[in-house]
C-alpha cells in the first residue's frame, strides 16, 4: 500500500469516527423522559460481579459441562 492510500485510508477512519461521535449526542442522556424512573446505580463489586465474574463463571460451567458430556473419546470396541 503506497503513501496515499494510506493516508486516504487513514482520514476516512478519523472522519468516520468524528461523525459517529457528534451524531451520538450523548447530552442527550441527561434529558429525561415521561415515565422514566431510574433506578439505584451499581457499586463497583455490583459491577465487576456481573460484567466480570459472572461471564468467567458462566463460560467456566458451559466449558466444563461441554467436557463431561463429551462423547468423542475412544470407546471400548464390542465384539
Avoid at 35 to 42: A, E, H, I, T, Y
Wanted: hydrophobic share 50%.
Amino acid at each position: 500500500m503506497d503513501k496515499k492510500n494510506a493516508l486516504r485510508a487513514g482520514a476516512l477512519a478519523a472522519g468516520t469516527t468524528l461523525m459517529m461521535l457528534l451524531m451520538s449526542s450523548p447530552a442527550l442522556a441527561l434529558t429525561r423522559d415521561d415515565g422514566d424512573d431510574p433506578g439505584d446505580g451499581l457499586s463497583v463489586i455490583d459491577t465487576l460481579g456481573l460484567y466480570v465474574a459472572a461471564p468467567i463463571v458462566l463460560f467456566l460451567v458451559i466449558a466444563g459441562l461441554v467436557m463431561v458430556l463429551d462423547k468423542s473419546r475412544k470407546q471400548p470396541k464390542r465384539g
